[in-house]
């Protein structure tokens, strides 16, 4: 059984850092492409980041660019993502994904998704 297991959201300052983890377990973990989707209230859940599963080939969307930081330790069957410079748009709930595709940034690539952890940025 597969399991994606968030962790590391809270509540934190604008201008602050969060440093989220998603432990991955059943499945080959190196083989797959990890990405990190968000939800606001109200919205529709997006991209954020993707790690390629052999080339460490990043991807982001481009309003985290420079203040989000993904990487993976296949080691620890673990992806993170690296959040800097926090702003209130950035609340939401953030889900951890896994995927064979070969499109990143497009949800319904992805066939494993985690519960999510929260993210609040106050200002």
């Known amino acids: 059984q597969v399991q994606l297991v968030e962790s590391g959201g809270g509540l934190v300052q604008a201008g602050g850092s969060l440093r989220l983890s998603c432990a991955a377990s059943?499945?080959?973990?190196?083989?797959?492409?990890m990405g990190w989707f968000r939800q606001a209230p109200g919205k529709e859940r997006e991209f954020v980041a993707a790690?390629?599963?052999?080339?460490?080939?990043?991807y982001y969307k481009d309003s985290v660019k420079g203040r989000f930081t993904i990487e993976r330790d296949n080691a620890k069957n673990t992806v993170y993502l690296q959040m800097n410079r926090l702003k209130p748009e950035d609340t939401a709930v953030y889900y951890c994904?896994?995927?064979?595709?070969?499109?990143?940034?497009?949800?319904?690539?992805?066939?494993?998704w985690g519960q999510g952890t929260q993210v609040t940025v106050s200002s």
């Open positions: 994904a896994a995927t064979r595709g070969i499109v990143p940034r497009t949800e319904s690539e992805y066939d494993y």
């Open positions: 059943g499945l080959p973990f190196s083989t797959y492409t």
């Open positions: 790690i390629r599963r052999s080339v460490p080939y990043t």
